[in-house]
């Protein structure tokens, strides 16, 4: 019988990334320890703090991967307009979450949820995003510098009132969607026109 294959490094640590989602997806982070996690994947402790030195760093890899297919999963057409692009956008984010619900709550209210290796990554996606979308809506000078604020304010609307529907179940996921699109409406789109077309 041939020997098993030895993983790359890229392949064990998405096979550690797969164990951790799985195990953060069934109890709290506070109840979750980086040797749990070993025992789990079948591999030392010192492996695992090789590829995550932290149990935030770990959930924060898990939590950008995941975050990561929200790009993947928006509709392929092209958007009539920069505002339809995000109301796309927007529906994958809560598809996301939806399916996600586990990691959303150790994401944001965990004692780990406002660590820098779990925060950063995705802020900075959203800052990526941000640009992509103030340069398709032409934006320049100082009415680009306000509505960078107010996207950023209204990224952290969205989280709140993503938890309040989908987790808390406050209001309905279309409320909540009329009521982001709303706000961004009102913060972002008082600087910058949102209804130019998306294409080049």
């Avoid at 090789?50 to 958007?79: C, D, L, M, N, Q």
């Amino acid at each position: 019988m041939p020997g098993r294959q030895r993983m790359s490094p890229a392949q064990r640590r998405e096979t550690l990334l797969d164990v951790g989602a799985r195990v953060f997806a069934q109890r709290s982070v506070e109840d979750v320890s980086m040797e749990d996690v070993a025992v789990e994947a079948g591999v030392t402790r010192r492996l695992l703090y090789h590829y995550f030195p932290t149990k935030a760093e770990f959930f924060g890899a898990i939590w950008h991967r995941a975050h990561a297919a929200i790009a993947a999963s928006v509709a392929p057409r092209p958007p009539a307009s920069v505002r339809d692009g995000i109301d796309q956008a927007l529906a994958a984010f809560f598809d996301f979450y939806e399916a996600n619900i586990p990691l959303v709550i150790v994401a944001n209210r965990s004692s780990i949820s406002a660590d820098p290796a779990v925060r950063g990554p995705i802020d900075r996606d959203f800052a990526v995003l941000c640009t992509v979308i103030l340069d398709a809506a032409q934006a320049r000078g100082a009415a680009r510098r306000y509505a960078e604020v107010a996207f950023e304010g209204w990224i952290s609307f969205v989280r709140s009132t993503a938890l309040a529907a989908l987790v808390d179940g406050r209001m309905s996921r279309a409320q909540c969607h009329r009521l982001c699109m709303d706000a961004l409406d009102a913060t972002v789109g008082a600087h910058v026109d949102l209804t130019l077309s998306s294409s080049p």
